[in-house]
């Protein structure tokens, strides 16, 4: 008997600390889910933003369950240690009506989007529903909703909701709705009234980071930049002028050395009908050059009448 007791009292002491080995992995630090209907398509773009556990250690398997009619997420990525996101690769497991995104988190930050199909059009009425399937338990829970363009009379269910302007111009209600646990889902309705086909992204305005005045570095007013304006007209009007003054000065010479080149021609001797006739030396016979006095050959006076 007292064998007996002794086995079974080394058993719970090697047992207990395999129960604390199997206990659950530790709650997440935050969930932030981004929900965008009618956003750049027809359906809800949902994002997930995830915060791990400082008692997490890295790397770290994560398993997130989306809905199976949306399909491979659009993307998954991590973080990085200067803010951007790095993709992730993982693989899907269907599991029903949900399909199990498997993957491993190389940073506490991560980013998991997908988009959801199940956006109800009735008319002029639209509304969906999201559910967190509760995979993990979190310690900060929390949902934003961005109105998309044109909307109005919207309603979120559950919950008491702030809004806010987005930079974007665009309102977005936000939902804390605090710690969940393990197994624990969430459920929110959105309904609103909508006219038109019309998605948010297609009207998104750009805004400047500051406010354009004269304070702003890189730009350059009026009053600086009109002297350097006037001082290259200044120096094209001098080049102009010169370049002018240049073509004028070769025109005028040309046109004075001719009366010069006309004297000193003279025209060869007339026949008797007024017809040009060439000149010979009649001391050497050889044929005179108009203008030529004396024979180029022999030197003799040439009789030009």
């Known amino acids: 008997m007292a064998k007996r007791i002794i086995a079974i009292f080394i058993f719970l002491v090697l047992l207990f600390p395999l129960n604390a080995l199997a206990q659950d992995e ?5 969930v932030s889910i981004d929900l965008w209907p009618e956003f750049d398509r027809p359906a809800t773009l949902v994002i997930y933003h ?18 199976a009619a949306s399909g491979a997420p659009h993307a998954v990525a991590v973080q ?29 930050e991560i980013q998991l989007e997908y988009y959801d199909p199940n956006l109800v059009i009735d008319g002029n009425l639209r509304k969906f529903q999201y559910t967190w399937p509760g995979d993990y ?34 309102t977005y209600y936000q939902m804390n709705v605090g710690p969940l646990s393990k197994g624990q ?19 998104l305005t750009v805004a400047p980071s500051a406010s354009l005045d004269g ?12 002297p350097w304006i006037l001082g290259l007209l200044g120096v094209a009007f001098i080049i102009g002028g010169g370049v002018w003054y240049w073509q004028s000065g070769r ?17 060869q001797a007339l026949s008797e009908n007024g ?3 060439n000149i010979y030396c009649h001391q050497c016979g050889k044929r005179a050059s108009p203008g030529d006095r004396f024979c180029r050959a022999c030197g003799t006076h040439l009789r030009i009448n």
Do not use: C, H
């Not at 993982?90 to 506490?108: L, S």
């Open 137 to 170: 338990a979190v310690d900060a829970f929390s949902i934003e909703v961005q109105r998309p363009i044109g909307a109005s009379a919207v309603q979120i269910k559950p919950g008491m909701v702030s809004a806010r302007q987005g930079t974007d111009g665009l």
């Open 185 to 203: 889902a969430f459920e929110i309705s959105v309904e609103y009234q909508k006219e038109t086909d019309e998605l948010s992204f297609s009207n």
């Open 251 to 267: 025109r005028k010479g040309e046109t004075k050395k001719e009366p010069r080149n006309r004297r000193n021609s003279k025209p």
């Open 215 to 226: 304070s702003n570095s890189g730009k350059a007013s009026m009053s600086e930049i009109l």
């Open 26 to 30: 530790p709650p997440l630090a935050a």
């Open 80 to 108: 990085q240690p200067g803010g951007e996101l790095m993709s992730a690769p993982f693989e899907q497991e269907p599991e029903g009506d949900w399909n199990r995104v498997v993957f491993q988190a190389t940073t506490p």
């Open 50 to 67: 995830i915060t791990l556990s400082p008692q997490v250690s890295l790397p770290y398997q994560m398993s997130v369950r989306i809905p």
């Open 275 to 277: 017809e040009e006739r």
